[in-house]
């Protein structure tokens, strides 16, 4: 079974959206999910927990008992006894045929070689660029890489990114992320869309433009990326190997999990496995926007229902 961990935070009105494309999962694989929604404000979502259960789904409330402390979800998720995990941070959000397809291909994790599936997410890293390759049209394509080509990478996590700025000029992804394979330090998920507002203000226009798009049911296919990093909230992976890895300090250099999992992906020289055509939505990094600014509000003043 596939436990699908909702790390719920304090953004509550993004909760319906995710749930009502959870809800319209094939009424043949419902039984091979379970929802685990992990948040400090149970009486909130116990309606909407109550809501998943009446269509099929089984559900699990759970405070662990530290407020919002991201890692405190992280480590609870771990614990659990499910043979797959899925995090799901709140601001993420795919359709039900994404859903399905993830859970369709579930299995493809059970090669050893293979450390998560995930979904294209709008703002992701590396993902960002196939989808931006795939869904853009030169209009949208032309404005963004302006974006890029004006952007400067600040210094920031111990790092001079700066040294990238000239490949930013003459905007190539793959020549970007061989560089990026040779930087010096272990936060390799740099991106002029993870540290550039506009260009995350570009995409969200986009998305909005688009939702036609995010509803549908696209020609999936399984694919990996040329890339040295991943940075998407939302991935399926083996619950044991994810639990070894969350426990394993040897990989951390910070409090967070995102630079274990991908140090231990080259350690193990694992394989990243991406749902090509998928149209996943990631509202905005924290680097820029803090999830409560302008970017987040375009994205709440229209639908995806």
């Known amino acids: 079974m596939i436990n699908i961990n909702y790390l719920a935070g304090r953004r509550p009105h993004y909760g319906p959206i995710t749930f009502k494309y959870i809800k319209m999962i094939r009424e043949d694989l419902k039984d091979k999910i379970h929802m685990t929604i992990i948040t ?53 959000f795919i359709n039900n045929y994404v859903w399905d397809y993830m859970i369709e291909n579930i299995s493809v994790l059970d090669d050893h070689h293979n450390l998560v599936l995930t979904p294209l997410i709008s703002t992701g890293i590396p993902t960002n660029d196939r989808f931006v ?64 507002k506009e260009a995350q203000m570009v995409m969200m226009r986009f998305c909005v433009a688009n939702v036609d798009k995010f509803k549908e049911q696209g020609d999936y296919s399984l694919i990996t990326l040329d890339a040295p990093y991943l940075c998407n909230n939302l991935f399926a992976i083996k619950t044991s190997t994810w639990r070894t890895l969350i426990l394993d300090r040897s990989l951390y250099v910070d409090s967070f999990d995102e630079v274990p999992l991908n140090k231990f992906r080259e350690r193990h020289d694992l394989k990243f496995l991406y749902i090509d055509k998928s149209f996943g939505i990631h509202t905005a990094y924290n680097t820029v926007d803090n999830g409560h600014g302008d970017i987040e509000q375009g994205f709440t003043n229209y639908s995806l229902g």
């Open 40 to 92: 400090p404000n149970i009486p909130y979502w116990s309606s909407h927990a109550e809501d998943l259960r009446s269509n099929g789904i089984t559900c699990t409330l759970v405070d662990t008992g530290r407020g919002e402390d991201y890692q405190a979800k992280i480590h609870y998720a771990v614990a659990c006894d499910f043979e797959y995990s899925v995090k799901l941070d709140e601001d993420a």
């Open 133 to 196: 390759e795939y869904f853009f049209d030169d209009k949208y394509k032309e404005e963004l890489f302006n974006v890029y080509k004006n952007f400067d990478l600040p210094d920031v996590w111990g790092y001079r990114y700066s040294e990238l700025n000239p490949l930013l000029r003459n905007w190539d992804s793959k020549t970007f992320y061989d560089a990026v394979c040779n930087i010096g330090t272990h936060y390799k998920g740099i991106h002029p869309m993870r540290m550039s």
